[in-house]
């Protein structure tokens, strides 16, 4: 028999969502993650950043109230464009990604993205689960 405990991570989904949208949502996920006390987070770029392929999926550690300065020179060097790129966040146990369909996906092993499927519910952005993974 297996040893630990069995978790099922689910991932919510927004619609695409427009620039301002997204850029309100990046300010939320700060506000939300300083409320956490979660300090640091680790970024990487991914589809369509204007990157070699090496360089993506490089996770490199930021604190979070440098999360909106990142993304803005991101997009200053051509890096990032918002909603045409992947751009993801990972800390404690959950992973925060701007999609380059324009969407959001949270995945998170707790039950920490009720707030934010409830927030996107409520904006109209019709949230949705996918089941994401297993980790034992």
Same mark, same amino acid.
């Given at each position: 028999?297996?040893?630990?405990?069995?978790? +099922?991570?689910? !991932?919510?989904?927004? /619609?695409? $969502? *427009? #620039?301002?949208?997204?850029q309100q949502e990046i300010g939320y996920l700060a506000a939300f993650l300083t409320k956490e006390g979660i300090r640091e987070l680790h970024v990487a770029f991914?589809?369509?950043?204007?990157?070699?392929?090496?360089?993506?999926?490089?996770?490199?550690? +930021?604190?979070? !109230?440098?999360?909106? /300065?990142? $993304? *803005? #020179?991101?997009?200053?060097?051509?890096?990032?464009?918002?909603?045409?790129g992947d751009l993801f966040f990972r800390c404690k146990n959950f992973e925060f990604v701007l999609c380059h369909e324009?969407?959001?996906?949270?995945e998170s092993f707790q039950s920490r993205q009720t707030e934010f499927e409830e927030r996107w519910f409520n904006l109209g952005y019709e949230p949705y689960s996918v089941l994401a993974r297993e980790s034992t």
């Open positions: 028999a297996l040893c630990g405990k069995r978790t +099922i991570a689910m !991932e919510v989904r927004t /619609s695409p $969502l *427009s #620039e301002p949208q997204l991914g589809w369509d950043c204007n990157l070699s392929i090496d360089d993506m999926w490089q996770y490199q550690p +930021i604190n979070t !109230e440098e999360l909106s /300065s990142f $993304l *803005s #020179e991101a997009e200053e060097r051509g890096t990032f464009t918002l909603g045409k324009a969407d959001i996906h949270l």
